[in-house]
């Protein structure tokens, strides 16, 4: 499993987050980041060229070395300023209410204790901070989330810990954040796979 997990793997998430689907998702979320942004689970460095000019910093955190390295050739291209950081969302090794946005997407699902990282997010947030997120998950259709609870198993096993069938809206309220802004919808492609919550959060 070294070889997929170490080579294989990251290229294989790499190539499926450059769906051009998700190109909307992205200019939505991050065009709306400001100040010093902290990227949770920042990959490759995909979002990098959508933060525009409120945009002071991105810390970008990432526990993959490989795809941290990834990203450091995009940020040379960038406009913004980025910092990289090789860390654990469920340790973030920042100073509470240092950040002023927090972004996520499409990694709440593949965090292996994300109520954890989601306390830390709040933590590092000023208390006008936002987080911005946009994740796949649980359908609120019974047939397509019964095809998620049946598929995330071996899911999990091919995509590097990823879990089709977190329920986002409650992980985040449960995690002490007001959510001023939720939009959900299927984006083209198979349904199990393609639910999406969008949105913002404030801590509460």
């Known amino acids: 499993m070294g070889f997929y997990t170490d080579l294989v793997l990251p290229r294989l998430c790499d190539l499926a987050m450059r769906n051009r689907h998700l190109v909307p998702y992205r200019r939505r979320v991050i065009g709306a980041a400001q100040g010093r942004v902290l990227e949770i689970g920042s990959g490759s460095g995909?979002?990098?060229?959508?933060?525009?000019?409120?945009?002071?910093?991105?810390?970008?955190?990432?526990?993959?070395?490989?795809?941290?390295?990834?990203?450091?050739?995009?940020?040379?291209?960038?406009?913004?300023?980025?910092?990289f950081i090789e860390a654990s969302a469920e340790e973030i090794p920042l100073d509470s209410g240092s950040v002023d946005t927090v972004v996520t997407t499409w990694t709440l699902c593949t965090i292996a204790h994300a109520p954890a990282a989601l306390a830390e997010m709040r933590r590092v947030l000023r208390r006008r901070g936002r987080l911005l997120f946009v994740e796949h998950g649980a359908s609120p259709d019974p047939r397509v989330r019964r095809w998620q609870d049946r598929l995330t198993p071996a899911w999990q096993v091919l995509s590097g810990g990823c879990h089709l069938n977190r329920p986002i809206r409650d992980l985040i309220e449960t995690s002490g954040f007001h959510i001023d802004q939720f939009a959900t919808g299927y984006m083209p492609g198979p349904k199990p796979l393609t639910f999406m919550s969008e949105g913002s959060a404030r801590p509460g």
């Open 46 to 83: 995909l979002n990098l060229p959508f933060y525009g000019d409120r945009v002071q910093e991105v810390l970008a955190l990432e526990p993959s070395a490989r795809m941290i390295t990834l990203a450091r050739r995009k940020s040379r291209v960038g406009t913004v300023p980025a910092a």
